[in-house]
Nanobody, 125 residues
Framework: QLVESGGGVAQAGGSLRLSCVIRGEIINEFTIGWFRQAPGKEREGVAC????????LYGDSVKGRFTISRDNAKRTVYLQMNNLKPEDTAVYYCGADFDLIFGPYLLTTAPYDYWGQGAQVTVSA
């Protein structure tokens, strides 16, 4: 089970941090991804991280502004969002993939087996 928290409202240029807590049995090799979905749009890959070696990938729209990190002891993955823009407004979801291969396809939704309930992020101009 995945539980997101930390969403809210920010002004353009501001920051928010999202958390994804992983509950239940954990195996060593898996990936946590952050995705977002704005009204009327498809779910978009934001960032993902390999829980074993911290390798990370980012979507083009957030590179240089968002940072994904993990704390295995706390079973938590974070998404630090800086320099927020109105177009970052969306419901943010974390997902878990248990395949052993880490690559750019993990910024698509297809590989993910489990999803959290989502957290709303609203950025005002």
């Amino acid at each position: 089970q995945l539980v997101e928290s930390g969403g809210g409202v920010a002004q353009a240029g501001g920051s928010l941090r999202l958390s994804c807590v992983i509950r239940g049995e954990i195996i060593n090799e898996f990936t946590i991804g952050w995705f977002r979905q704005a009204p009327g749009k498809e779910r978009e890959g934001v960032a993902c991280i390999n829980m074993r070696d911290r390798a990370a990938l980012y979507g083009d729209s957030v590179k240089g502004r968002f940072t994904i990190s993990r704390d295995n002891a706390k079973r938590t993955v974070y998404l630090q969002m800086n320099n927020l823009k109105p177009e970052d407004t969306a419901v943010y979801y974390c997902g878990a993939d248990f395949d052993l291969i880490f690559g750019p396809y993990l910024l698509t939704t297809a590989p993910y087996d489990y999803w959290g309930q989502g957290a709303q992020v609203t950025v005002s101009a």
